[in-house]
Nanobody
Framework: VQLQASGGGLVQAGDSLRLSCAAS????????MGWFRQAPGKEREFVAA????????LYANSVKGRFTISRDNAKNTVYLQMNSLKPEDTAIYYC?????????????????WGQGTLVTVSS
C-alpha cells in the first residue's frame, strides 16, 4: 500500500489543522493506522492510532483531548484533526499502516509509511 500524507502548514498557537493520509494500492480497511511525528533533532514518536474499523483509538498523552484520529475506509483515507495546537507540536507528521490490528505505539510495528507533512506552530 502507498500512503500520501497532506494538510500540514504554518499556523499559530491555538489554531487547528486537519491532516489527511490517502492510501492507494490496497484497501485501507485491512490495516490499523497510526500517526507519528518527528521534531528536529528528536526521534520519531507515536501520536495516535486507530484500528481497522475505526471503533478503537489510542493517543499519546501529549495530544489526548486535542487531537482526534478518524478514518473513512470508503475513501481510503485516515485523518488527524489537531486542535489547540502548541509550538511543541511542530514536527513532520507521518502516517503509517500496520497489518496487525493492534494499534501499536512503536515505530517498527508499522509496515508502510507515508512521506510526511510538515506542521509548524508559531507562538
Amino acid at each position: 500500500v502507498q500512503l500520501q500524507a497532506s494538510g500540514g502548514g504554518l499556523v499559530q498557537a491555538g489554531d487547528s489543522l486537519r491532516l489527511s493520509c490517502a492510501a492507494s494500492g490496497r484497501p485501507l480497511s485491512t490495516y490499523a493506522m497510526g500517526w507519528f511525528r518527528q521534531a528536529p533533532g528528536k526521534e520519531r514518536e507515536f501520536v495516535a492510532a486507530i484500528n481497522w474499523s475505526g471503533g478503537s483509538t489510542l493517543y499519546a498523552n501529549s495530544v489526548k483531548g486535542r487531537f482526534t484520529i478518524s478514518r473513512d475506509n470508503a475513501k481510503n483515507t485516515v485523518y488527524l484533526q489537531m486542535n489547540s495546537l502548541k509550538p511543541e507540536d511542530t514536527a513532520i507528521y507521518y502516517c503509517a499502516a500496520d497489518r496487525a490490528n493492534g494499534m501499536r505505539t512503536f515505530v517498527y510495528a508499522y509496515d508502510y509509511w507515508g512521506q510526511g507533512t510538515l506542521v509548524t506552530v508559531s507562538s
